[in-house]
């Protein structure tokens, strides 16, 4: 399958102010209040600093200015004030929270999403779709996100959906989210988990639900079969190797799971977490030397002539 949308869909502007769901719509006006509230003190303090530097300056021949003590309404105006702020915020706080993250009432999750160092495994539960680092999901669904890690912390973090969540190894956590339109979204793991966190990035091809259902239903058929000799002499080394022990295929007897799901790699625009494009060229100096593209990667350096790394690189771009 070909993959039906377009890098250059991403926004150019990736921030908590470009909201894409109704949960980071909430997230943003309590984020506005609070630069208000914050920008409000800040110029109070400036105008009270600035005031009181100019009004009681040290001049020549000038008395001790008249002190101020024991004002009652001076001291309950300073102490009340703040205190409202903290109570407004935390009221206001307290109903973000529960708006974006309402209780999911044993409702099954639509996604589960996996991190590892350095790469995202999405399952689609009821459907035989597994895929890696570029997520599809549906606009306009209000959607269960259950996320969880397979080795340290992590943290899910796509900055138009709002709200990120700790990936703790041994624990479900979950997370709601409503996209409101088509586009391609990007995040990133933000709880350093290592040499390659850095490029731990998420792509989120978020498509009407006509496209995702026409995108789900092409991942869930088995991968195509080689296409040339070239690719088919490819497939022989990948099934007679380890490849096959550390990553699935589907149709095939590659099973492993210590590495991404390549049953329709070939369909993907990206590769290594969002590290560089998917191409040939990219891939072939992958399996070539992959310490000296990603270092610290758990891909080892497998020490394949170049003819077969060129038919490794053929069977692997023909799996859509």
């Known amino acids: 399958m070909k993959a039906t949308f377009d890098l250059a869909l991403i926004s150019s502007t990736q921030s908590i102010f470009d909201a894409a769901s109704p949960q980071a719509e909430k997230i943003i006006r309590l984020s506005y209040g609070f630069l208000v509230a914050a920008s409000g003190i800040l110029l109070l303090v400036i ?74 495994e999405a399952v689609y539960p009821g459907e035989k779709v597994i895929t890696a680092n570029e997520i599809h ?15 340290v912390i992590h943290d899910w973090w796509v900055p138009s959906f709002g709200a990120k969540i700790d990936m703790i190894p041994g624990t479900d956590n979950y997370l709601w989210v409503t996209i409101n339109k088509p586009g391609i979204y990007e ?4 709880e350093f988990c290592g040499q390659q966190h850095a490029w731990m990035r998420i792509m989120v091809v978020a498509q009407s639900p006509k496209d995702y259902n026409t995108w789900l239903t092409a991942h869930a058929v088995k991968a195509g079969l080689p296409l040339d000799t070239l690719a088919r002499a490819g497939a022989a080394i990948f099934m007679g190797t380890s490849c096959s022990s550390c990553h699935s295929v589907q149709g095939t007897f590659a099973n492993g799971i210590a590495g991404p799901n390549l049953t ?57």
């Open 137 to 151: 999901l549906p606009t306009g669904e209000k959607l269960l996100l259950q996320l969880n890690s397979a080795d």
């Open 47 to 120: 105008i009270l600093t600035v005031y009181i530097t100019i009004r009681f300056s040290s001049k020549t021949n000038t008395v001790e200015p008249r002190q101020i003590s024991g004002n009652s309404k001076l001291e309950i105006l300073m102490v009340s004030f703040p205190m409202v702020l903290v109570v407004i915020f935390y009221f206001w706080s307290l109903n973000t929270i529960n708006a974006i993250n309402p209780d999911r009432a044993d409702q099954k999750p639509d996604i589960i999403i996996t991190g590892h160092q350095w790469w995202w």
């Open 187 to 190: 995040g990133t793991c933000s």
């Open 264 to 320: 329709h790699f070939g369909s993907r625009q990206t590769m290594l977490a969002g590290m560089m494009d998917n191409n040939p060229e990219n891939i072939n100096n992958w399996l070539t030397d992959p310490q000296k593209v990603k270092p610290g990667a758990h891909m080892p350096r497998f020490i394949f002539g170049k003819d077969s790394v060129r038919e490794l690189t053929a069977y692997l771009t023909q799996l859509k």
